[in-house]
């Protein structure tokens, strides 16, 4: 069943299931001959081989009982007490936490007697684990009674890291999110009712699936409101029923229609297996759709135009569909384009664990496609777009304005869908600087206004009906445009992370406190907090709005998030309201008493057990048994314990998991012609785009089990060598943060040398970063990202790159998996190392490393310099004042090394210029450096046309010693390369603009790789 059961989230990608590293239905085929090679190796007295075989045995399959046998044997033999003790305790744990049927007592009694004998304490954890839990169980289902879902889900989490093994806790979380309100509920595709196809193992389904391959013996159901057919499997039956009989409820509400229960005019739900059918079977489907209202029956398929989308695109796609038969109900004789741009409204919902729906979201793959048309201009006709006489839609390059879309007279096609989207999207949430909609109420009755027929003037009608709202800034659509579009490219940037948008909502909630509207301000809060992460402040005062509402159980919870918060941040003593809050807590939670004192009865006895273990040298015990007890920072000295512990041993409980079981790609979404399973590497052939061969078009490869919480992710990857000895691949990395099918992030590796951090948004790419790294044609790189709060750290072949900091940890957690562009890419020992979402293990384990890549600069690639100070310069000064870097510190510093001679092939003084200009107000400190071969002379004439008015202008001293400190020479980096180095005298980007040879920089040629760091730099555009 487990089998099974984990398939299916892998496919489903499901958000609710699985915070951890994704367990193989069965161990790799590779770990019995590794543990008889581990066992040979032993034998033969090859301590240290047994060691790491068994070290890539436990990665594939962690909990495997002979392993953990097997590694604290090898670990005896090597006089390794400390890990022999640690493999025992983790080998009796899990043993005992499985269902008898599963348990060999025998072996147990055996290597128990090992336990005792190697730790007479072994006895003392075990006995204060289980009286603890015991004691939180029932503190737990306490809160449960009284209602307290929060409450519970803390203490349950706790459980948890104490006792993973603990069955009946993951039990009641699922219970909660299934039952509880919208505080507790997460998205889950199931909608809370579980697996539907729970019971049948994968050769049952698989079996019971092929009797219904064909759509003449596909799969049917009925519920009340709908049928349903498809051939593309039982779970899809099941799983499209449960969320449609949600969205049902849903429409409802939305439209307005038959609230009070009551059947809808039942419609069928046809789902084909594949495009190809759907273009086949369906009724007469036009050929860029990926799905359609028939007025008696929606209409889709799996797998999307390219094949490879995953279940929850489709899903957005069966959203949309359903809502037109809401609109032929509620609105029949609305234009076409108010039809489409309603149901594309719906693209944004999601199903949640409580069966509920999570509404008026943003659907990347419409947003990002229009803000990007709007920043191309307005389109002059509706004929720009037209299809050609091939019946092919051209790629848009500008947006349409408001009054063409309004007008409604252009032949529908995919280029109108963001752009009507857009449009509704808007209406329905513009807000004023006061926080209140201002044409929600006006769209709805524009809604309602077409009775029949269409009005003489569209134009007209529209501004009469949506333009006189009460709060509206403009009387014509004209007017509206500039808005329209500045409220779109605002959201994109919020979307990606360039801008927050959380000061303005924090003002549309102090808006509405003064107007006495508590529960709107509540709303601005908590969407907020989707923008500035758990910002102490934004937290403090959510928890006091809620205090004030009477929502005791939530204000109590959130002011538990505020304590941990500061204690994260080291600020737990410098702020009095960390002392504040606990009182509050009490005030709030009359179980916090009780609760505490389960702590501190753990902290006494659990602290003093430890510390027996690490004067018995047996620190890795110590620290697991620190780790548990400091889950969620519940108790700080067991806390403060585990971080100087680590700290000064060096050891970390950190177990590596490999995501790929080694055999198929089972469980992984993408491209089965692009990528193939072959045994223990995956590898990847991407082909080019036929219509633009130079095009860079990026495979995915997913693996779609979410992270909420920290988590490092690595792969060895190759980019090999073609017959003549150039580079068969374009690029190959890891994908991130995946939210859908465009919505994540990448680090990737060029063959050129280069590395990018990018976003994908809505099939746009955004690059963060862009650096040049070392790279050899045709060998084996390690590339590897740790994800902690909301920090991105990169390693290339074990040495740091450099960090990045998002706008919030959700922007950076999701579904993860491999980025390959067109050509060939290998991948092998692709490893997962997740954390639960109350363990600070990772944010403790960055500190540790971060202390030390910035005391020891061998653990950098050579030339990385973000995150930390830059060396010192060594010139000759040219024009003004000489100065030093530290001695600029308090402001901000462009850093460029350029030269007369790089400017002829890659013109950028006139974008120095512009960054100068951009940066003056925030006095900004710009230093021009030359290589030594530069003579004054060459400076001053190279200087005519543009003369970087400004800047402090110098020549590298003549051994080079600056460019040398710098890395700008042969093998790292070339010219030209900008450094920003902010008022801590930290950098902040390092790289080239990337600006094209022989062209240079022009305003119209789009941002620039420099462009978007700039303005965080000098506190533009935020």
């Known amino acids: 069943m487990l089998a099974h059961t984990l398939t299916a989230l892998l496919a489903l990608g499901n958000l609710a299931a699985v915070a951890a590293a994704p367990q193989d239905p069965e161990p790799s085929p590779a770990v019995p001959a590794l543990l008889a090679e581990a066992r040979g190796a032993l034998e033969a007295g090859e301590l240290e081989r047994a060691r790491k075989v068994l070290q890539r045995a436990l990665e594939r399959d962690p909990l495997n009982l002979d392993g953990l046998a097997l590694s604290s044997e090898v670990a005896r033999a090597a006089e390794d007490l400390d890990r022999a003790v640690h493999d025992l305790h983790i080998w009796v744990e899990t043993h005992d936490g499985r269902p008898r049927t599963y348990q060999d007592r025998k072996q147990r009694t055996a290597l128990g007697k090992t336990l005792e004998e190697l730790d007479p304490e072994a006895e003392s954890w075990s006995k204060l684990q289980t009286r603890y839990v015991r004691g939180l169980a029932s503190l737990a289902k306490e809160y449960q009674r009284r209602k307290d879902l929060l409450g519970a889900l803390d203490v349950w989490a706790h459980v948890m890291q104490v006792d993973p093994t603990y069955a009946a806790a993951p039990k009641a979380i699922a219970e909660i999110r299934r039952t509880g309100g919208a505080e507790v509920a997460i998205e889950d595709i199931f909608a809370g009712a579980g697996d539907p196809t729970e019971g049948l193992s994968d050769a049952e389904l698989k079996e019971v699936d092929a009797r219904h391959a064909e759509w003449d013996k596909a799969w049917t159901k009925e519920t009340d409101n709908y049928r349903y057919k498809t051939d593309a499997g039982k779970l899809v039956l099941e799983t499209s029923s449960i969320a449609m009989e949600q969205m049902n409820r849903f429409y409802r509400r939305f439209f307005r229609f038959m609230e009070d229960g009551g059947k809808t005019p039942q419609i069928e739900i046809r ?30 398929y799996v797998g999307g135009v390219s094949g490879n989308d995953g279940i929850r695109s489709m899903y957005q796609t069966l959203f949309h569909e359903a809502a037109h038969q809401f609109v032929s109900l509620t609105g029949p004789f609305v234009p076409g384009w108010l039809n489409e741009a309603h149901a594309s409204f719906f693209e944004g919902c999601t199903i949640l664990s409580n069966g509920s729906v999570r509404w008026n979201q943003v659907p990347p793959g419409r947003l990002f496609p229009l803000a990007q048309r709007m920043e191309g201009g307005w389109m002059t006709s509706a004929g720009e777009v037209a299809a050609g006489g091939d019946g092919e839609f051209p790629e848009p390059t500008r947006a349409p304005p408001f009054a063409m879309v309004v007008r409604g007279d252009y032949a529908w096609g995919p280029p109108w869908y963001a752009p009507t989207w857009g449009v509704v999207y808007f209406l329905y949430n513009y807000r004023d600087d006061e926080g209140r909609t201002v044409w929600r109420d006006a769209l709805h009755e524009y809604y309602t206004s077409f009775k029949r027929g269409r009005p003489e003037d569209p134009i007209l009608h529209f501004e009469e009906t949506v333009l006189t709202a009460k709060l509206s800034p403009v009387k014509t659509l004209a007017e509206l445009d500039p808005i329209w579009k500045a409220w779109i490219l605002e959201l994109r940037d919020r979307m990606t992370g360039k801008s927050d948008g959380g000061s303005q909502l924090l003002k549309w909630a102090d808006a509405a406190l003064e107007r006495g509207e508590q529960e709107l301000a509540l709303e601005f809060l908590l969407e907020a907090r989707d923008s500035l992460g758990a910002d102490p402040d934004l937290l403090w005062k959510t928890a006091e709005l809620l205090q004030d509402l009477g929502e005791k159980s939530r204000a109590a919870a959130t002011y538990r998030e505020f304590r941990r918060e500061l204690e994260l941040r080291g600020l737990s003593g410098e702020d009095p309201r960390h002392d504040e809050s606990l009182k509050r807590i009490e005030r709030l939670d009359p179980l916090v008493v009780r609760y505490r004192n389960l702590k501190k009865e753990l902290a006494d006895d659990g602290l003093a057990l430890a510390k027996g273990y690490e004067g018995r040298e047996l620190v890795t015990m110590a620290l697991e048994i620190a780790r548990r007890m400091s889950a969620s920072f519940s108790i700080p000295a067991a806390l403060d314990y585990y971080i100087e512990l680590a700290e000064r041993t060096g050891k970390s409980l950190a177990r590596w998991r490999v995501a790929y079981d080694e055999r198929s790609l089972d469980g992984w979404s993408g491209n089965a012609d692009s990528y193939q399973a072959y045994g223990a590497t995956i590898r990847a052939d991407v082909p080019p785009d036929p219509s633009d061969p130079k095009k860079v078009l990026t495979q995915m490869l997913i693996c779609d089990v979410p992270f909420d919480a920290d988590y490092s992710l690595e792969s060895e990857l190759q980019i090999p060598l073609a017959d003549g000895g150039e580079p068969a691949g374009n690029l190959a990395g890891l994908c991130f943060g995946r939210k859908g099918d465009q919505d994540h992030h990448a680090v990737l590796l060029f063959p ?3 590395l990018d951090i990018a976003t994908n948004r809505g099939g746009t790419w955004q690059i963060r970063d862009h650096r040049s790294v070392p790279f050899s044609h045709g060998a084996w790189h390690k590339l590897r990202i740790d994800v902690t709060g909301k920090s991105l750290d990169v390693y290339l072949d074990d040495l740091y790159v450099r960090s990045l900091e998002f706008r919030s940890a959700d922007v950076i957690r999701g579904g993860f998996g491999l980025a390959t562009g067109p050509g060939r890419a290998l991948y092998r020992n692709i490893r997962i190392l997740a954390r639960d979402p109350h363990d600070p293990a990772a944010r403790i384990e960055r500190q540790l490393a971060m202390k030390k890549v910035l005391a020891d600069a061998s653990l950098r690639q050579e ?34 090394f350029w030269t007369p001679a790089a400017e002829k092939v890659i013109p950028c003084a006139a974008y120095l210029e512009n960054l100068i200009e951009r940066g003056a107000d925030a006095e900004l400190q710009t230093i021009v450096v030359c290589d030594a071969g530069t003579s004054p002379a060459q400076l001053q004439a190279a200087l005519a046309g543009h003369p970087l008015e400004g800047a402090r202008l110098a020549i590298d001293e003549r ?22 180095i902010d008022r801590a005298g930290r950098v902040r980007f390092e790289g080239d603009p990337g600006l094209t040879a022989g062209e240079g920089w022009s305003p119209e040629a789009g941002p620039t790789y420099v462009d978007e760091p700039f303005d965080e730099l000098v506190g533009r555009g935020r």
């Open 271 to 300: 789902i084909f297996k594949n495009r190809d059918e759907y273009l086949e079977l369906g009724s007469n489907p036009v050929e860029w759709s990926g799905g359609q209202f028939t007025g008696s029956a929606v209409e889709t």
């Open 752 to 754: 050129q040398g280069y």
């Open 863 to 896: 030339g990385a310099f973000a995150g930390f100070e830059p060396p010192e310069l060594a010139v000759e000064w040219q024009r003004g004042e000489p100065t030093t870097l530290a001695a600029l510190r308090g402001r901000p510093v462009l850093l460029a």
């Open 959 to 980: 051994r080079g010693t600056t460019y040398d400190r710098f890395y700008v020479k042969p093998g790292f980096h070339g010219l030209p390369r900008f450094l920003l």
